[in-house]
C-alpha cells in the first residue's frame, strides 16, 4: 500500500475536526501520530513528540497544542517541528526523487541546500518541472516515495532553515 500527501493531509483534517485526543495509525512501514496533548510521545519513543503548527501540517489554535510525526517506509519516525519549512509540489505530475532511473537521488535526509538547489523534478505528459528547495537549510523529510503521482499543493519536503 502507498501512503500519499494527500493522505497524511486527510488524516490531520480529520483529526483536527473530531473529539479525539489522539490518532494513532500503523499500516506496513507507515506511521502517524497526532495528539492533542503537547506532551505526547508517539508509543515505543522515549520522549514528547515537538508539537507541530501552521508551517507544519497541523494548525494550533491558543487551548489546542498538536504533535505529529510522519514516516514513509525505510524512514524512522520524525517529529514534524514547527520551524521546518514544507516544501510543495507547484503542480500534479509523477513526482520524481533523481534526474533519471539509476541516478543518485536529488537529496537525501540530512543534506545541507540553498534555496536554488534542484530536490525533485515532477512530470506531466512529458514535461518536467524542476523544484528547487527555496530555502537555505538542512532537509529533514521526504514525505514521497519516487515515481509517485502527487496533487499540487501536496507536501513533498521538510526543511530546517539554517
Given at each position: 500500500?502507498?501512503?500519499?500527501?494527500?493522505?497524511?493531509?486527510?488524516?490531520?483534517?480529520?483529526?483536527?475536526?473530531?473529539?479525539?485526543?489522539?490518532?494513532?495509525?500503523?499500516?506496513?512501514?507507515?506511521?502517524?501520530?497526532?495528539?492533542?496533548?503537547?506532551?505526547?510521545?508517539?508509543?515505543?519513543?522515549?520522549?514528547?513528540?515537538?508539537?507541530?503548527?501552521?508551517?507544519?501540517?497541523?494548525?494550533?489554535?491558543p487551548?489546542?497544542?498538536?504533535?505529529?510525526?510522519?514516516?514513509?517506509?525505510?524512514?524512522?519516525?520524525?517529529?514534524?517541528?514547527p520551524?521546518?519549512?514544507?516544501?510543495?509540489?507547484?503542480?500534479?505530475?509523477?513526482?520524481?526523487?533523481?534526474p533519471?532511473?539509476?541516478?543518485?537521488?536529488?537529496?537525501?535526509?540530512?543534506?545541507?541546500?540553498t534555496?536554488?538547489?534542484e530536490i525533485?523534478?515532477?512530470e506531466?505528459?512529458?514535461?518536467?518541472?524542476?523544484?528547487k528547495?527555496?530555502?537555505?537549510?538542512t532537509?529533514?523529510?521526504?514525505?514521497?516515495?519516487?515515481?509517485?503521482?502527487?496533487?499540487f499543493?501536496?507536501?513533498?519536503?521538510?526543511?530546517?532553515?539554517?
Open positions: 500500500m502507498t501512503i500519499k500527501s494527500q493522505d497524511i493531509d486527510a488524516l490531520i483534517s480529520l483529526f483536527e475536526t473530531s473529539d479525539w485526543d489522539e490518532l494513532h495509525l500503523k499500516i506496513a512501514d507507515f506511521e502517524i501520530f497526532l495528539s492533542t496533548d503537547s506532551k505526547a510521545r508517539m508509543p515505543g519513543t522515549a520522549g514528547p513528540v515537538a508539537p507541530a503548527t501552521a508551517s507544519g501540517a497541523v494548525t494550533a489554535g487551548a489546542y497544542a498538536a504533535a505529529t510525526s510522519v514516516s514513509l517506509p525505510g524512514a524512522p519516525a520524525v517529529a514534524v517541528q520551524h521546518w519549512i514544507a516544501v510543495k509540489a507547484p503542480n500534479l505530475g509523477t513526482f520524481y526523487r533523481a533519471k532511473p539509476g541516478a543518485p537521488a536529488f537529496v537525501e535526509i540530512g543534506q545541507v541546500v534555496p536554488e538547489t525533485c523534478l515532477i506531466v505528459m512529458k514535461l518536467f518541472t524542476t523544484v528547495a527555496g530555502v537555505a537549510g532537509v529533514r523529510q521526504v514525505l514521497v516515495a519516487d515515481a509517485v503521482m502527487v496533487e499543493g501536496d507536501t513533498l519536503f521538510y526543511i530546517e532553515p539554517a
